[in-house]
């Protein structure tokens, strides 16, 4: 079992609605990381976070710590947000990030 | 600032030759990494390296060898290609003791044919 699970792989949405991507994890985390891909191929970091809720424009990201669980939010969704978006985490203390496989989301206008 | 640069983007290499990807960095960041990214794979760690002059194994080590020369550049080699190397290989940086979020460079698109 991957130590860190995405749902969906596949989002397909209309313009302004909202998307939920979720990512579950088995193991201890220092922080858990938020990417971008886009499908030109580069990746971003969006969020890194060991807590609570973190919010940058349109964009939202949960976790529960207890429940290994975090989720990705975007509001009023464009089709600019098509990407690929990648949940990771780092444990132990370690840099190391251990990756999900990624979830595609596909904003139609 | 560039951020963290990768030659080339696009590489074809027939089975068994030999070359190296580079990667630098300008944000004066301590610890580097290769990954290699295959479909419905996700990101996969092969090496890397804490700070100048160590290095350490990833999940996927095998076929490939690092050189971290200084605090700026991290090369990855692969001596003798093979097609199961077929990959996109991202390098990335993190400013490193305790601080984790990663900085990716655009990629190299290697295919062994």
């Known amino acids: 079992k991957n130590e860190v699970e995405q749902s969906p792989q596949n989002l397909t949405a209309q313009e302004g609605e909202f998307i939920t991507i979720n990512c579950s994890y088995s193991?201890?985390?220092?922080?858990l990381h938020w990417l971008q891909q886009h499908p030109g191929g580069g990746i971003v970091s969006l969020f890194m976070?060991?807590?609570g809720k973190k919010k940058h424009g349109r964009l939202i990201a949960t976790i529960n710590i207890q429940e290994k669980h975090s989720s990705l939010h975007i509001t009023a969704s464009h089709p600019r947000d098509s990407a690929v978006y990648i949940c990771?985490?780092?444990?132990?203390?370690?840099?190391?990030?251990?990756f999900g496989k990624g979830t595609k989301l596909t904003v139609n206008p | 600032n560039a951020g963290v640069t990768q030659t080339p983007k696009f590489q074809v290499l027939k089975t068994g030759q030999s070359m190296t990807l580079q990667c630098a960095q300008d944000?004066?960041?301590?610890?580097m990494y290769w990954y290699r990214q295959d479909p419905g794979m996700g990101l996969r760690l092969i090496y890397y390296?804490?700070?100048?002059?160590?290095?350490d194994k990833g999940e996927v080590p095998n076929g490939y060898n690092v050189s971290r020369l200084n605090k700026r550049e991290f090369s990855l080699r692969l001596e003798s290609a093979a097609p199961s190397q077929t990959s996109v290989y991202f390098c990335?940086?993190?400013?490193?003791?305790?601080?984790?979020?990663?900085?990716f460079g655009p990629g190299t698109r290697l295919t062994v044919t």
């Open positions: 990335a940086s993190t400013p490193g003791e305790g601080t984790y979020e990663q900085y």
């Open positions: 193991v201890g985390i220092s922080a």
């Open positions: 976070l060991s807590s």
């Open positions: 990771a985490v780092s444990t132990g203390g370690s840099e190391k990030l251990v």
């Open positions: 944000m004066n960041h301590n610890s």
């Open positions: 390296s804490a700070s100048e002059g160590t290095t």
